[in-house]
């Protein structure tokens, strides 16, 4: 190696020392100052106390639920949920169990030989969940199904007392 270039070499070596120095302090030094900034600006964000100071004194609520008491939605039960099941034959089952329509067991024994035999748990099932049998299809309650099961079982318990 010439003189020349290790006078070359040793300053690019202390240019490349110092160059390498001056990142790490950039790095360091910009760390700092970020950190210093998320701070600042964090205070300066923070704007609750100036938002206490200049709140209204007082607001109008327009909360209609705080004012009137919403009741919940009644659930119409029908006929007033009445367990008159002689009341329920007549407004609901009635239309097809008087006049025997689509196959319907009318009020006759006759009719309902072998289905009071199944057991009155397994007729009132198929009242209230409707089924289709060798006769026809039994809406279930009857096509109301916005009547209670026990309302079901009242007008059931009316038709197998009136054969
Ligand atoms: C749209 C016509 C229709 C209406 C309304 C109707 N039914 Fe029926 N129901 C039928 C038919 C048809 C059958 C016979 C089905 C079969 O066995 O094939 C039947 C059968 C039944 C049976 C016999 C079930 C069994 O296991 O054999 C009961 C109990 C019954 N209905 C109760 C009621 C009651 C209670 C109502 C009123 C809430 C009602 N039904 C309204 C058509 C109707």
Redesign the pocket.
């Known amino acids: 190696m010439s003189d020349q270039d290790s006078i070359f070499f040793r300053n690019f070596s202390i240019l490349l020392g110092v160059m390498i120095l001056l990142t790490i302090i950039l790095a360091v030094g910009s760390s700092m100052f970020q950190d210093n900034l998320v701070e600042n600006l964090k205070d300066r964000l923070d704007r609750s106390d100036i938002q206490a100071s200049i709140a209204p004194a007082a607001a109008v609520n327009t909360d209609p639920n705080a004012i009137v008491e919403v009741a919940p939605a009644q659930q119409a039960v029908p006929f007033d949920g009445s367990l008159d099941g002689e009341l ?2 007549n407004n ?2 009635a ?3 008087g006049t025997g ?5 009318k009020l006759e024994a006759a009719a309902w030989e072998g ?1 009071i035999d ?1 057991g009155a748990e ?3 099932a ?2 209230i969940n409707g ?9 279930a ?4 199904t916005d ?1 209670t099961d026990e309302q ?1 079982k009242a ?2 318990d009316f ?2 007392g009136s054969l």
């Open positions: 329920i034959y609901v089952c239309a097809c169990h329509a689509g196959g319907a067991p289905r199944k397994a007729v009132l198929n009242a089924y289709t049998g060798e006769a026809g299809l039994m809406p309650k009857g096509g109301r009547l079901v007008a059931v038709m197998t």
